[in-house]
C-alpha cells in the first residue's frame, strides 16, 4: 500500500528546529549513518541526534575537516565516528560500505545529505555530470551496498532532496548533460533523482519493514551555496551586497535539519513511505505553475522512479534487489 502524498497535520512546522522534533523521542542504542554530517544542516542533524541518544557514522569527503567540526558537538565523544567517503568515487563508496559492514553493526536510519548545487561543469568517474554522481549516483550506490546492514533492522532511509527538483524532471535522452551544461538544470535533475530514489527504495523495501522519505530542507544558506558567486545571489534577492540575508522566507540550519529529523525518527510516520515530505509534514502535490510548495508528479512517478533505479543499476554496476524475486 502506497502513503498518500498529503499533509497529515504532524503539528510542527516551517520554524521548528530539529531539536524540537526529537523532543521526547529516545534513540538510545540506534545508529544513524549522516553523509556529510559535519556541514551545515549535515551538522545540525548530527547534534541533534546525538542530543537523543543515537549513534551517528559521518561518512566525510574531508575526514580531518569533518573531525573538528564535529569535536564541537555536546556528547560527542564515543558517539559520533567519521569515516572516508568521496560519493563521487564509486570505488570510495564500497570501501567505505566494506568497513562498516565489516563491523558487523545494523543501520537504524540512513540519511542521505551531502551534496553539491550549481557547481562549474565538473566530470566524474566515467565522465557522468557531477551533481547527478554526486548527489544521486553515490547514495543509490552506497543505500544498495549498505544493504545488508540497512535491511534487518527496518532502517529508515532518508534522501535529501530540494524544491529545486522542479527545475528540471530527468533528462532521460541526455542524463549527463552532453550536449550542453546548464547549472541550475543539472541541480533540479538531481534532486528530482533524489525524489525518485525514494520512491522506488520504498517500494523495494517496504516489505522487509524497510521505508524510504525525500525532502526539501527549505531555503537556507549553508555551505552548499559554495560555488554561487555572491552577485548571483544579490541578484536572486537572497542576500544584499554585504552579505546579510533579506530573504525572510529562509530557515537556521537548526530550522533547515528539522524535516530530515523528523522523517528519520517520528513515530507519526510509522507505516508510511515513499513520499516527500517538508517543513516537517507530508508534502502536497503541486502542479507546474506552483513554485510555493509542494512535489512535482515526475518526481514521484512509479515509473520514472523504476525507469531510474534500472539505469542507475546499469550505470553503478550495484544493485541490491537484483536477484530478489
Same mark, same amino acid.
Given at each position: 500500500m502506497t502513503t498518500?502524498?498529503?499533509?497529515?497535520?504532524s503539528g510542527f512546522g516551517a520554524t521548528s528546529t530539529a531539536e524540537e522534533v526529537l523532543r521526547g523521542v529516545d534513540l538510545d542504542g540506534k545508529l544513524a549513518v549522516v553523509t556529510g554530517?559535519?556541514?551545515?544542516?549535515?551538522?545540525?542533524?548530527?547534534?541533534?541526534?546525538?542530543?537523543?541518544?543515537?549513534?551517528?557514522? @559521518?561518512?566525510?569527503?574531508?575526514?580531518?575537516?569533518?573531525?573538528?567540526?564535529?569535536?564541537?558537538i555536546e556528547g560527542a &565523544?564515543?558517539?559520533? $565516528?567519521?569515516?572516508? =567517503?568521496?560519493?563521487?568515487?564509486?570505488?570510495?563508496?564500497?570501501? /567505505?560500505?566494506?568497513?562498516?559492514?565489516a563491523s558487523g553493526r545494523g543501520i537504524d536510519m540512513m540519511i542521505g545529505n551531502a551534496g553539491i548545487?550549481?557547481?562549474? $561543469?565538473?566530470?566524474?568517474?566515467?565522465?557522468?555530470?557531477?551533481? #547527478?554522481? &554526486?548527489? *544521486?549516483?553515490? *547514495?543509490?550506490a552506497l543505500v544498495n551496498r549498505l544493504w545488508p546492514a540497512i535491511e534487518p533492522g527496518g532502517a529508515r532511509v532518508i534522501s535529501v532532496s530540494s524544491a529545486g527538483h522542479r527545475?528540471?524532471?530527468i533528462r532521460w535522452d541526455d542524463?549527463?548533460?552532453?550536449?550542453?551544461?546548464?547549472?541550475?538544470?543539472?541541480?533540479?535533475?538531481?534532486?528530482t533523482a533524489n @525524489?525518485? #530514489?525514494?520512491?522506488?527504495?520504498?517500494?523495494?523495501?517496504?516489505?522487509?519493514?524497510?521505508?524510504?522519505?525525500? =525532502?526539501?530542507?527549505?531555503?537556507?544558506?549553508?555551505?552548499?551555496?559554495? *560555488?554561487?558567486?555572491?552577485?548571483?545571489?544579490?541578484? /536572486?534577492?537572497?542576500?544584499?551586497? $554585504?552579505?546579510?540575508?533579506?530573504? &525572510?522566507?529562509?530557515?537556521?540550519?537548526?530550522?533547515?535539519?528539522?524535516?530530515q529529523v523528523w522523517a528519520a525518527t517520528s513515530p507519526q510516520l510509522a507505516g508510511a513511505g515513499g513520499v516527500y515530505c517538508e517543513d516537517c509534514d507530508i508534502a502536497e502535490p503541486a502542479d507546474e505553475a506552483d513554485f510555493k510548495g509542494g512535489v512535482r508528479a515526475y518526481a514521484t512517478d512509479p515509473e520514472q522512479a523504476a525507469r531510474l533505479w534500472k539505469l542507475s543499476a546499469e550505470l553503478t554496476g550495484v544493485d541490491a534487489f537484483a536477484t530478489a524475486g
Open positions: 498518500p502524498q498529503h499533509k497529515i497535520g554530517g559535519y556541514s551545515g544542516l549535515g551538522l545540525e542533524t548530527t547534534r541533534a541526534l546525538v542530543g537523543a541518544g543515537a549513534h551517528v557514522v @559521518v561518512p566525510a569527503r574531508r575526514p580531518a575537516v569533518a573531525e573538528e567540526a564535529v569535536a564541537g &565523544t564515543g558517539r559520533v $565516528e567519521v569515516d572516508e =567517503l568521496d560519493l563521487g568515487d564509486l570505488d570510495s563508496v564500497r570501501a /567505505f560500505a566494506e568497513r562498516f559492514l548545487m550549481a557547481c562549474p $561543469e565538473t566530470r566524474v568517474g566515467p565522465g557522468w555530470e557531477a551533481q #547527478f554522481a &554526486t548527489n *544521486h549516483l553515490g *547514495h543509490y527545475q528540471s524532471p542524463v549527463s548533460f552532453e550536449r550542453g551544461y546548464d547549472k541550475w538544470q543539472a541541480y533540479g535533475q538531481a534532486k @525524489v525518485l #530514489f525514494a520512491v522506488h527504495l520504498d517500494a523495494l523495501g517496504k516489505d522487509a519493514g524497510v521505508r524510504a522519505f525525500s =525532502l526539501h530542507p527549505g531555503g537556507i544558506l549553508t555551505p552548499l551555496q559554495r *560555488h554561487l558567486p555572491k552577485e548571483e545571489m544579490v541578484a /536572486f534577492g537572497w542576500i544584499d551586497e $554585504e552579505g546579510n540575508v533579506l530573504n &525572510t522566507s529562509f530557515k537556521t540550519p537548526e530550522q533547515g535539519a528539522a524535516t
